[in-house]
């Protein structure tokens, strides 16, 4: 399955171009995750308009462990790319406190990340051009284009009506995950970035079910950090899709320290696809899953219990919320 319409070169030529007349000589801002939708992006806005790229990064409070270091790490000292890094994790948890309905969790961090772009532009000054990292995927399943809603992506369906950018621009709205990897890889994007798996733009606030807090984002960032560790020691990182661990908020008995617990679940979900779109799930050795269930259980304090999620999408969606 395809949207392009010739060669990655003719599309990352044409992309350029595009991105060049769209700006019109404006200065624009490129929200940058660290995921390898945004990363191409901010490098195909870089070729297009050079020092008149500003990439902002916005640290949710939401990303995996680590990611904020690498994501500055790459752009700001291996691409010299302009890079603001915004650490805005108590302002995201003091706006989703006490949110726990999927859809409004997805339209409030949509709304909170363009507030914050446009306070950063301001301090840069007029900032007429927004760059963003959609893809066709996010369309389809935002009800966009002329389908039926499944969820509200916090770029699409989650993003205010109000904004203050005079364009926003999608260089890959068109494009299917894979065709974004082989963009990546042709604009020289390292391995690592360009093979990363997906993550969605609301990061671990989609697979934290319930009340988003420090401690219960914490706890998952552990154990999904563990739960992908094991994956890449097994060598399995480049034959799985996706791979990642979910708080389903859900708690039961246990035993530690010869005393009752009663303590959280943690979920697992690996994933095979091509487009995204469908998806099946992954059948993984049963060591690699009984290491990663024991390490999660003694390493992450607060989780006595592990479950692997083996449902396919559809009726699921990829993640849990």
């Known amino acids: 399955m395809s949207n392009l319409k010739g060669s990655i070169e003719a599309f990352i030529e044409e992309s350029i171009a595009s991105v060049r007349a769209e700006a019109a000589g404006r200065p624009i801002l490129c929200a940058l ?5 945004s990363a191409v992006c901010a490098i195909l806005a870089h070729r297009a308009v050079g020092d008149n790229l500003t990439c902002l990064f916005v640290d949710t409070g939401f990303m995996r462990k680590n990611e904020g270091d690498q994501v500055t790490a790459l752009f700001r000292d ?3 790319i302009n890079l603001i890094r915004v650490d805005a994790e108590a302002r995201f948890l003091a706006k989703l406190a ?6 409004q969790k997805r339209k409030l961090i949509g709304e909170e990340f363009i507030r914050v772009f446009e306070e950063e532009a301001k301090k840069l000054g007029q900032v007429g051009c927004l760059v963003q990292g959609t893809i066709y995927p996010d369309i389809i399943e935002s009800g966009a284009d002329g389908h039926k809603q499944v969820k509200a992506h916090h770029n699409v369906g989650g993003m205010p009506l109000n904004i203050e950018f005079d364009a926003v621009i999608e260089p890959i709205k068109l494009l299917y995950k894979e065709e974004v990897r082989a963009c990546g890889r042709a604009l020289g994007l390292p391995e690592p970035f360009a093979a990363r798996q997906p993550f969605p733009g609301p990061g671990l606030a989609v697979r934290c079910l319930g009340e988003l807090t420090k401690p219960r984002l914490d706890l998952l960032r552990e154990a999904d950090a563990i739960f992908r560790e094991e994956i890449e ?5 480049k034959d799985i899709q996706q791979y ?15 005393e009752r617990c009663y303590e959280e679940t943690i979920a697992l979900r690996a994933i095979s696809t091509v487009d995204f ?9 049963y060591e690699l ?8 259980t003694s390493e992450v304090e607060g989780v006595n219990r592990v479950v692997l999620d083996i449902t396919p999408k559809p009726p699921a969606t990829v993640e849990w919320e």
């Open 33 to 37: 995750s660290g995921g390898v939708d």
């Open 78 to 80: 291996a691409y010299a």
């Open 98 to 103: 006490g949110v726990t309905e999927p859809e």
């Open 233 to 237: 020691n097994a060598g399995l990182q």
């Open 244 to 258: 990642f661990a979910i708080l389903p908020g859900v708690r039961s008995v246990g035993v530690r320290n010869n």
């Open 277 to 285: 779109v469908t998806a099946g799930s992954v059948r993984l050795p």
């Open 289 to 296: 899953l009984e290491t990663a269930a024991r390490r999660i």
